[in-house]
Each structure stands twice: as C-alpha cells, then as structure tokens.
C-alpha cells in the first residue's frame, strides 16, 4: 500500500480537508501515477454532499486527472515511466458485456467502475484525483500529447469528452447548425469542439453576459432564452442541440428549435424528470436523446482532436486550500469555465 496526500470530504456537509489515503500496490497491468492537476466538476460537488445517493466517507473526488508515469506494472505494454497521461471519469470495466466488446465501456452493462465513489474490483471504494498519486489498470489511462498544456489538458478528461461523444456521434460538422444550450465548464468546450468540427455554433444562454467570450471562442451566434423572441425566431433551425445545463428546462420549446431529422441530447441532468410533449416529436421527426461520456478509445480520440486544433479549455487554477471556495464560487456559475488544482499545492 501506498499512503499519499490527499483532499477529501469528511461529510456530506463538512468542507473538504487535507488528508492522507491508501492506493493499492501497483499491480501487473497497473500504472502508478503523479498527478499534476485535477479539474472541478459539477459532479465532484453533487457526489460529496451526497446528492446523486448515499457515499462512504472521507472521499476523495476528481475525476479530470492528468499527471506523470512513476511506475509501471511488469506486464504494462501501453505506458512508459515519464508519459504524460490523463484518467478520467472511469477506472475499468466488465471487459465481458456486449457494450464492452464493442468498445463502449461507459455503457457496460454491469456498471463500469467510476473514477470515485465506486466499488473498484477489489471491494474497496475509488478515490479521485484530488490526490498525489493513483494507481489506475493501464487500458483506463489516457495519452495526453504534448501540444496541451498539462493544466489546460485535465478538464478535457470529463468536459471534453461529454461534449465531444454527442457531437462525433451525431455528426456535427461543415452544413450542420449546432445549438449548445448553456456557456459553462461543459458548453465553453462543445462550442470549440462544434466549431472545430466545422459546424455552424450558436449559443444558447439564459443572458448575454457571455457573449464576447462566446463569439471569441467560435460561436458564430449567440442568443438570450430569457428573451421570448429567441425562441420564435429560431424555430425549425437546428440539427444537433447539445444540452448542458443540469437544471429543469421547458424540453418542449427547445425541441421545437429542432429542424427535420434533428436531435436533442442532454449531457447535463436534473435530478427532475422533464416532461416533454410527444406531438412535439411528431413533428419534423425530432428526437430527444441521452449521451454518458464517452468511451476510453473516443476520448484518445478527443484528445488527438483537440491537440490538432488547439483546442485547450479555458481555466482558472486554484490551489489545495482553496478548493472548498471554488466550489461555491462553481455553484454560484463563478468561473470562466472551469477550475483546476494544482496538485502541487498539496504537498
Ligand atoms: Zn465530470
Ligand atoms: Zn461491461
């Protein structure tokens, strides 16, 4: 065992607090890694207060990691003492499931094992990257190329990949239009990843105040929902509307922004069911759809994209201390766009 510093929650409702944790012997397919940085995530939040269900406590969270090989296991084939690297939201799966041989290991039929406050294959819980050091299976361990920066490349590990997943798979491109409803951690990044794909981008916010930011990023319009206007003027307009928002939203007025054939994912999820009136779908044969992250393969493959097109998130760094401030300042939608750790500041 491995004992090594750490940032964890002691309650649902205490504030997080320094500490140390237990990692596991790097094992024969394991790589040991140091942790540069670690990116906040909504979920980070919802997990420790105990608001996506009961977790045992301390708990350690972060899933956005990118870090350093130390060491590797005697049969690790994929890495190198010294490889820039990232984890993200999982750690491993069944490997046996029909959406696991098919290379859809977010999907496993049997749960994949999440990053944190999961039950990994030795009956312990997953602790996140809010930490010194992980042991992760090599095939869960991400290569991350050396045009990202190290800060820059942690929130790519869960933001990017939420976004990228839907907007690949729904062929975002050159003649497509491309709604992202919301300008957060996860929005900032599907408005670069849609432009870079070559699709027309069009923000979708509850104000204007992101604006410039939006338009500077590769937005090519932006428009307030809190204006009515909005919606009348945009209907029949898109293919592909990313949601990211976790909040209740009316389904049915975005979904009539659908033109012909056109999809509405949602990435962001209220703990609410959203109604949604089915004569909406009627017409122009809409579809309303779900996407979870994405798979180990498709988020390499994310991160090959971003290091092409320069595609970096746009952060703020915090230190350990302050990550208790960060999240209230994350929950109060006060950051542009997404905060990361320096996992330096722990030692
Ligand atoms: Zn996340
Ligand atoms: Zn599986």
């Not at 054939?261 to 999820?269: M, P």
């Not at 493959?301 to 302050?322: N, Y």
């Amino acid at each position: 065992m491995l004992t090594v510093k750490a940032y964890a929650a002691p309650s649902a409702t205490d504030p997080l607090i320094p500490t140390t944790i237990e990692r596991r012997d790097v094992g024969a397919k394991d790589v040991l890694i140091e942790i540069r940085y670690a990116g906040i995530c909504h979920s980070d939040i919802h997990t420790v207060r105990g608001e996506w269900g009961p977790i045992s406590y301390p708990q350690v969270v972060g899933h956005e990691i990118v870090g350093v090989v130390t060491e590797v296991g005697p049969e690790v084939t994929l890495h190198q003492v010294g490889d820039r690297v990232g984890v993200g939201c999982m750690v491993n799966s069944c490997r046996e499931c029909d959406n696991c041989l098919a290379g859809m290991e977010q999907y496993c039929l049997n749960g994949n094992t999440g990053t944190y406050a999961a039950t990994d294959k030795d009956g312990t819980t997953t602790q996140g990257g809010y930490s010194t050091h992980v042991v992760v299976v090599e095939d869960f361990v991400l290569k991350v190329p050396e045009a990202i920066p190290y800060e820059k490349a942690a929130p790519l590990l869960c933001a990017g990949i939420t976004t990228y997943s839907p907007l690949h798979h729904w062929k975002a491109g050159p003649g497509k239009k491309v709604a992202v409803v919301g300008m957060g951690g996860l929005g900032h990044m599907a408005v670069k990843i849609a432009h870079a794909m070559g699709a027309e981008v069009t923000v979708l916010s509850q104000t204007l105040s992101k604006k410039d930011d939006g338009l500077r990023l590769g937005a090519d319009h932006y428009y307030a929902t809190k204006d009515e206007e909005t919606f009348e003027k945009l209907t029949n307009t898109f293919d592909l509307i990313i949601n990211t928002v976790s909040a209740v939203i009316d389904l049915d007025a975005y979904l009539k922004l659908l033109r012909l054939d056109g999809t509405l994912v949602s990435v962001g999820a209220p703990a609410q069911p959203l109604p949604v009136t089915v004569f909406t779908l009627f017409g122009n044969r809409r579809s309303f759809a779900g996407s979870g992250i994405g798979s180990i393969g498709e988020t390499q493959e994310m991160l090959d994209f971003c290091a092409e097109h320069g595609i970096a998130p746009e952060t703020e760094l915090v230190s350990a201390d302050q990550i208790n401030e960060a999240y209230e300042r994350v929950l109060a939608s006060d950051v542009r766009y997404r905060f990361v750790i320096d996992i330096n500041t722990l030692n």
